[in-house]
């Protein structure tokens, strides 16, 4: 396939191409690699507002939108538009560089955490060995964002947002830390390609099994960590009007909200790259299936890539809105109580169970030896 | 080589911006957000060293948490731009003093390393397959692993010394007892009550 696609290129470019330093050959690939993750992860969040509000539209019994273009596609597109055409207003008593940064500083990590995330067996920005510890250090720094928007806005509900939001993301995500450590016992490697890697020869071999404790506490500290409802008091329209994003208007919004849905895409992917064997398919090992995997499409549900880590991505997209459409926002006590007092325990348990599950060699430690 | 030397020099000059922000700046949030730049260029300095698990380390610690509750402290605090400007000529001589002693203590602890031999003028490049995860943890588990674990307690115990200085007991103190409201049922909140229809008259 690869070498039908080289040959239809014509060979003066190649020329050219092997002619070029090889520092300039490596940057030029790494570029287009990264255009073409941010790409699809923009198309993915522009889409997932409007998959969202359909959802949460068939929940309720109404339509949702579908005045813009076929079944309402272009509705993002209209919402972004009308976005960028407003102007952005900057409070006159707030601290002006960091009011401007601070959509900024959310954004960036929700993007740059992308370059160590394998998308299949070989696409992956940068393999780097500390795939792990980078994503769980970007995911972590996303809350300054959040804490400067309070802050510069200089307004009392933007304040109590930030407040928030910053004691909610602190208490999450020791838990999804403790997590983590499981998933490092289970697959031995911190390299996120590596993790998928243990999990392979399908359904049964998957962490979600053995870690299924760990698979709870990660994703709902995920939904709190991306101040998603029902976690969703950092913004609490009923009380705070807005919280941390009150004073933000046009290019600016929209950038929080950029930030927001790409968080949720990102939280989605780990999910699945952690506990549902990422690009694997859950159809791996089963022989009386292999002959289905030369047949066109049928075939591609067979083997893995790229195709299951999205549907996987959009089974927990579609599970963000799900938990909004269904449950009412926490009371804040609850929030605390149940990162602090519940979760933490429940993880450093389920540690010390691994611990006794590896010793005696079963679920994911089966076969190894010393 | 090249490269790597100018990748060096300009995050070591942005750490030292950093760091000068850090003591000038009036405000405090601002001079915390000069802190966390500081952290983050010292953490590629690391990475420059192939300690990427030490760099990103940093980030998740210092960056990722710490800061955070430093932020989130500073944030409350009422800002007067004119008593942090009296405080900064007070405390200048002190400042400065410390300073230099640390200045010297870090130099003569070069020249006791290295002796009269010059010092290597780049960072020691590891061989094909090094991780620095591995060879920190081979060590950190097996010869260390007492002062590791030691380090650990003690650690647990300043929480736990910290915790307990807060526990004091207040009178008239509402507490919700969660179990209690977890238990509620719908029949203790509403009551279903059977009557005719009333009659128009």
């Not at chain 1, 499981?182 to 359904?203: E, P």
């Not at chain 1, 939904?223 to 705070?240: K, L, Q, Y």
């Not at chain 1, 927990?316 to 933490?344: C, E, H, N, S």
Request: hydrophobic share 60%.
């Amino acid at each position: 396939m690869l070498e039908f696609l080289a040959n239809l290129i014509p060979t003066f470019i190649w020329d050219i191409w092997n002619s070029l330093p090889p520092l300039v050959q490596y940057l030029t690939i790494v570029t287009w690699k990264i255009l073409f993750v941010m790409i699809g992860v923009i198309l993915i969040v522009a889409f997932s507002t409007y998959f969202e509000r359909k959802v949460i539209g068939s929940m309720q019994a109404r339509v949702g939108p579908n005045r813009v273009g076929p079944l309402g596609l272009g509705q993002p597109f209209a919402d972004v538009i009308k976005l960028l055409i407003k102007e952005v207003v900057i409070p006159s008593q707030s601290s002006k560089f960091l009011f401007v940064i601070a959509p900024l500083l959310t954004l960036i990590p929700a993007l740059a955490a992308w370059a160590v995330i394998p998308l299949n067996d070989w696409y992956v920005i940068a393999d780097i060995n500390a795939g792990l510890l980078y994503v769980l250090a970007l995911t972590s720094i996303g809350v300054y964002g959040v804490i400067l928007a309070g802050w510069a806005t200089n307004s009392k509900y933007a304040f109590l947002g930030a407040m928030r939001s910053a004691a909610q993301i602190v208490a999450y995500e020791i838990a999804m830390g403790f997590a983590l450590v499981g998933i490092l016992m289970a697959a031995g490697s911190l390299n996120l390609g590596d993790i998928v890697r243990a999990q392979a020869g399908g359904f049964s071999h998957w962490f979600l099994l053995p870690l299924f404790p760990l698979f709870l506490v990660y994703w709902i500290s995920g939904v709190a960590e991306t101040n998603r409802a029902p976690f969703d008091v950092a913004e609490g329209e009923s009380e705070i009007v807005a919280g941390f994003h009150v004073e933000y208007s046009g290019v600016a919004f929209a950038l929080f909200f950029l930030a927001e849905y790409a968080n949720m895409v990102l939280i989605s992917s780990l999910t699945a790259i952690f506990f549902l064997g990422g690009w694997a398919s859950p159809f791996e090992g089963l022989s009386f299936l292999s002959p289905l995997a030369n047949i066109p499409i049928i075939g591609l549900l067979v083997v893995g890539g790229l195709h299951w880590l999205f549907i996987k991505m959009a089974f927990f997209m579609y599970t963000f809105f799900w938990l909004r459409a269904t449950f009412p926002r926490y009371r804040y006590d609850q929030i605390m109580r149940l990162g602090w007092k519940v979760f933490i325990p429940v993880t450093i348990l389920w540690i010390a169970v691994e611990g006794v599950m590896a010793w005696f060699e079963v679920g994911p430690w089966a076969g190894l030896t010393g | 080589m090249l490269f790597h030397a100018f990748l060096f020099y300009t995050f070591a000059a942005v750490l030292i911006g950093a760091a000068c922000g850090v003591i000038f700046s009036r405000n405090p949030v601002h001079a915390i957000m000069f802190l966390v730049l500081a952290f983050f260029q010292s953490a590629m300095l690391w990475l420059l060293a192939e300690a990427e698990f030490l760099a990103i380390v940093l980030v998740l610690v210092y960056v990722g948490a710490v800061m955070v509750l430093f932020l989130f402290v500073v944030m409350m605090l009422d800002i007067n731009v004119e008593a942090i400007r009296r405080g900064m000529t007070r405390y200048a001589s002190l400042g400065i003093a410390v300073a230099l002693i640390m200045a010297f203590q870090l130099v003569q602890l070069i020249w006791l390393r290295s002796g009269t031999e010059t010092l290597p003028g780049a960072f020691e490049a590891y061989p094909e397959g090094y991780s620095n995860t591995k060879a920190l943890g081979s060590v950190l588990y097996t010869e260390h692993v007492y002062a590791f674990e030691i380090a650990a307690v003690v650690l647990l115990l300043a929480i736990v010394a910290a915790i307990t200085l807060t526990m004091r007991k207040r009178p008239g103190l509402k507490v919700q007892n969660i179990s209690a409201q977890v238990a509620v049922k719908a029949k203790d909140r509403i009551r279903v009550v059977k009557m005719n229809s009333e009659k128009k008259r």
